[in-house]
């Protein structure tokens, strides 16, 4: 039997490639053999990703700016990859954003910003490389949700969880659609992951203690933890598999 969770010879594109998420995401996929897309607005940042991906796998790693919220930065993005790599295996949704406000007063200025961004952008990025993938007949696509895309949250969390239960709506209706089409689409889920805009629960130990204990294992989610279910999605392991969540989640949402 050949090793189905070998990602070797296949291109994946990260969009939020250089965030707390997406970096350990774009550093698996490149580990487990894949040719790595480091996607985000900040050159920079994705610059450094790529770097790394390229000295920890031995793979060619690149890192294309574009903004998920803009069609036609997401096509030059794409259009760039195909000319480099010749096709798109893999497309992993790893940008995002969140805004809290309070219901009675949420400013819809911000609802539309996380609308743009988490699912605007989400739509405009599976139906870029969508295209791409339709003409190859096959290609996998993973989008961020989050345990808030099934679950109410309170603290100023409206607007997010709309986004991620549209998230996973898209990902179930993609999945439907393009099935024919040789496409599988699925969806992350992760309770709280420690990132740079998340550390300060982890730093402040009351906090900690709060989210953690809400988790049936005890602890708080790191970037690394997603980076399993991430390769399980995009390799041929998941081949029948598709229109699903994974909820990396400590066992919350079994509840
Ligand atoms: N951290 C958590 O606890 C947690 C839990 C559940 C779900 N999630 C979801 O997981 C995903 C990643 O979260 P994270 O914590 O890694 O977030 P993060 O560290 O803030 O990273 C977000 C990434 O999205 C990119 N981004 C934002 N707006 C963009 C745009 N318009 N175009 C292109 N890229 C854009 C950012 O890069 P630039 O700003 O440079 O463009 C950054 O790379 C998000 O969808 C989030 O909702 C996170």
Redesign the pocket.
């Known amino acids: 039997m050949k090793d189905i969770f070998k990602l070797d010879g296949k291109v994946a594109v990260v969009?939020?490639?250089?965030?707390?998420?997406?970096e350990a995401l774009a550093l698996g996929l490149g580990i487990h053999g894949a040719n790595v897309v480091v996607?985000?607005?900040?050159q920079e940042?994705i610059d450094k990703v790529a770097e790394k991906i390229t000295e920890a796998s031995g793979k060619e790693a690149v890192a294309v700016a574009?903004?998920?919220?803009d069609e036609s930065s997401v096509q030059a993005m794409v259009d760039k990859v195909v000319e480099k790599f010749g096709k798109i295996d893999i497309l992993v949704n790893?940008?995002?954003?969140?805004i809290k406000r309070d219901a009675f007063e949420y400013p819809m200025e911000d609802w539309d910003k996380l609308f743009?961004?988490?699912v605007k952008?989400t739509m405009i990025a599976c139906k870029t490389v969508g295209n791409v993938m339709k003409k190859q007949g096959e290609g996998a696509i993973v989008n961020?949700?989050?345990?808030?895309g099934i679950r109410g949250y309170t603290g100023g969390n409206t607007g997010?969880c709309a986004t991620?239960g549209a998230v996973e709506l898209i990902t179930r209706a993609l999945a439907l659609e393009w099935a024919p089409v040789g496409i599988r689409v699925n969806a992350l889920?992760?309770?709280?992951?420690?990132?740079?805009?998340?550390r300060h629960i982890a730093e402040n130990p009351e906090l900690a203690k709060k989210y953690a204990s809400a988790v049936p294992m005890g602890r708080i989610?790191m970037?690394e933890d997603m980076v399993g279910a991430v390769i399980f999605l995009a390799s041929d392991a998941a081949s029948f598999v598709s229109g699903q969540t994974i909820y990396v989640d400590g066992g919350l949402t079994a509840a």
Not at 66 to 69: F, Y
Not at 144 to 148: I, K, W, Y
């Open positions: 969009t939020g490639g250089a965030g707390g998420i997406g996607s985000s607005r900040n940042a574009s903004d998920v919220t790893a940008m995002g954003m969140n743009d961004v988490n952008g961020l949700s989050s345990v808030r997010y991620k889920g992760p309770a709280l992951v420690i990132t740079p805009g998340t989610g970037p």
